[in-house]
């Protein structure tokens, strides 16, 4: 492989004793012309290199069938107003649409296709006021996490030239019951602020609607610390305000106030634990891991809302994970999770059981949409092989009917799904989705792409996803492990993957892989593996710790210096999940992992294809730089390449065209790599 030439420098930090050579630190500065040109130069190297793997057109020809789609979300339902947001085979981006009443004409009320002729310019959020005449959303330039907040009236169309408020990564607009305003985040974007820090300067505002946005009154200072998210909502009744403060994803702590009063007061402390908050009918209701990895339920009254005075409502449940809580049609509505499969629950505000909600089958199951106050509500299901479909729900009489669903041309009876079980390093029982054709012969030679997460809290569910299916077709398996770090399994499955326990999350990869050799679904050299993000990471590692289990790897916007990740982008507010390098203890766990150090010169390392995004604003794209630097100076004969997505954040780009590229792209690199051959 010519690759573009890539200098060193002889640079070493000596961090608790430990000298930490960092060849690469002159990639991390993304503004040097030098690193423009070097960015450029790996692009256009990787992209002629794609180009010539063979099947491209086929491939195309497929995403295109599948990509193209027309769909339409749940509703949003606003006093007689339905809002969602529907896709067409001929737009490259989800239009925003509403109705006055579930059968009134369908009208346009955001489009993004027209917002700029690039088509660079996305939308965010977006949140309807309650009686439906007012819409904050969010415009994000280049797909990037920074957003700014506009206001616009739904009848007339208009975007308010007033209500415009810069700084709203964070903002979750949450309106009062008069319609006329909402409190926010607010995140200053003065350049002054290190972004490694603005996380600590996020405040609580008030902006009442008409009004300009530099006079809004703080609602809830900042909290200083960098390593904290703040978030608050009111009650839908006005009566109430709550404000978060979040340290990583494990613990949380909830501070509120009656509407009127000055001073918030400390509902509860997260220590070690997290908690959140619905009210209906002056209650409170806490679903927290308190004393519960897989979380329970508290009723709290608000005039005795000390912790000795709250009451359990739903116990732990001795099997299934609890992911989530909403209160529809006077009833709670639970989400479960089983051996990482959805269940849904229906119980009285009293907790009295009264029915599972019947899904369509086994897979992935949204909980139900809907208002405290109504009794119809919605939910969204799909399996690896059903798209996603909308469903329609009595709270009061169970009836389900079919609201909106996708069509696409498949044939789902030409594939199957199995779970299955491998143990760990240490005995653990890690889950593994596989998905392939249901003539498929175990001949230990078939190719296989293993993804993974372990980490956050956040759990993989059985989900459609489009883009598998010409690899299912050419005869691969997709593969999908529940490793820990995630929440597959409640908080202890979280916790079992977290700060000095990591290294769990990469055993539980190799575990996977092993099995599926040893199973005879493949070999070494025929198996693929993905990951984005902390994903990324994850094939990093996997990648560096066990270079010859893995054929392929495709890794997305991935942390890999874990070192310095903390000093760039929101590394900060990750420090709760990794640790920090500053602490010498952490750093011992870090750098023993940390995929960038362990790149070794002379070894034999599988194909890589990173595929980072140019504004991405929340894993700085510097830990792709240098790591492709690193592995391709290692000489290995296998190929390391570096794609960088244009106008894309750290989801990449929200155009159709774009996604297929960046699809035909990977699947190519596999096809050229592990020898699949794409059926037309």
């Known amino acids: 492989m010519n690759y573009p030439p890539t200098r060193t420098e002889a640079v070493v930090d000596t961090l608790h004793g430990v000298p930490v050579p960092d060849p690469y630190r002159w990639l991390e500065d993304e503004r040097s012309p030098e690193v423009q040109a ?43 107003r339905y809002f969602y947001v529907r896709t067409h085979k001929d737009k490259e981006k989800a239009v925003l649409y509403w109705r006055e009443g579930e059968q009134g004409e369908e009208r346009v009320l955001l489009d993004p296709n027209t917002w700029s002729a690039d088509g660079t310019v996305s939308l965010g959020l977006w949140s309807p006021s309650w009686d439906g005449r007012k819409l904050a959303f969010t415009r994000k330039p280049n797909a990037a996490d920074e957003a700014i907040l506009h206001v616009l009236d739904v009848d007339s169309g208009a975007w308010s030239e007033v209500d415009v408020i810069p700084g709203a990564k964070y903002a979750s607009p949450s309106w009062t019951p008069d319609n006329a305003s909402f409190y926010y985040a607010w995140l200053p974007t003065e350049p002054s602020i290190p972004v490694a820090e603005r996380p600590g300067y996020t405040e609580l505002r008030l902006h009442r609607l008409g009004t300009p946005p530099d006079a809004d009154p703080v609602v809830h200072p900042r909290t200083g610390d960098p390593k904290t998210f703040l978030n608050g909502h009111v009650s839908r009744d006005g009566q109430y305000l709550f404000v978060y403060v979040t340290r990583g994803w494990s613990e949380n702590d909830i501070w509120w106030k009656r509407v009127g009063e000055k001073d918030f007061r400390l509902l509860v402390k997260g220590e070690g634990a997290k908690y959140s908050l619905d009210v209906w009918r002056d209650t409170f209701y806490v679903l927290t891991d308190e004393g519960a990895p897989r979380q329970r339920v508290f009723r709290v009254a608000p005039e005795r809302p000390g912790r000795a005075d709250w009451k359990e409502l739903v116990p732990e449940d001795p099997v299934a994970s609890l992911q989530g809580l909403h209160i529809v049609g006077e009833h709670l509505a639970l989400e479960y999770l089983q051996d990482a499969t959805t269940r849904v629950r229906l119980l009285t505000l009293g907790g009295e059981p009264v029915r599972d909600v019947a899904l369509p089958g086994v897979g992935a199951a949204s909980n139900l949409y809907g208002l405290e106050d109504r009794d119809e509500a919605w939910f969204v299901f799909s399996s690896f092989v059903t798209p996603p479909q909308v469903y329609k729900t009595s709270v009061s009489t169970g009836r389900v009917e079919t609201w909106a669903r996708v069509d696409l041309p498949l044939q789902p009876e030409r594939y199957t799904v199995e779970q299955a079980f491998c143990r760990s390093k240490d005995g653990t029982r890690v889950p593994v989705f596989l998905v392939h054709r249901r003539d498929l012969e175990r001949d230990g030679d078939r190719p296989v792409l293993l993804t993974g997460y372990g980490g956050f809290n956040i759990s993989l569910l059985p989900s459609f996803r489009a883009s598998i299916f010409p690899w299912l077709d050419a005869g691969g398996v997709y593969a999908v492990a529940n490793l820990r770090g995630g929440g597959e399994y409640g908080s202890a499955w979280h916790e079992a993957g977290r700060l000095h326990r990591k290294q769990n999350v990469f055993d539980d990869f190799h575990a996977v892989a092993e099995f599926l050799v040893r199973e005879r679904y493949t070999r070494p050299g025929r198996l693929a593996i993905s990951g984005g993000s902390n994903g990324g990471l994850l094939v990093g590692a996997a990648m560096t710790q066990r270079p010859e289990l893995y054929g392929a790897v495709v890794c997305q916007v991935p942390l890999l210096d874990m070192v310095r990740y903390h000093l760039f982008g929101s590394g900060k507010t990750w420090i709760p999940e990794y640790g920090t390098a500053d602490n010498p203890s952490d750093f011992q766990v870090i750098h023993a992992y940390s995929p960038y150090h362990h790149v070794r010169p002379g070894t034999a390392y599988p194909a890589l294809l990173m595929m980072a995004a140019d504004h991405d604003d929340r894993v700085d794209p510097l830990h792709a730089r240098k790591f492709v630097a690193a592995v391709q100076a290692a000489g290995s004969p296998a190929p390391a390449l570096l794609r960088i997505e244009a106008n894309a954040g750290h989801g990449g780009s929200d155009q159709v065209a774009k996604a297929i590229e960046s699809s035909v792209d990977l699947y190519a690199f596999l096809s050229s790599t592990l020898g699949v051959t794409w059926t037309p």
């Open 38 to 80: 070097w960015m450029r130069a790996q692009d256009a190297f990787t992209r002629e290199h794609l180009a010539r793997a063979p099947g491209r057109d086929a491939l195309r020809r497929r995403f295109t069938e599948l990509f193209y789609v027309e769909s339409v979300s749940a509703p949003a339902v606003r006093g007689e």
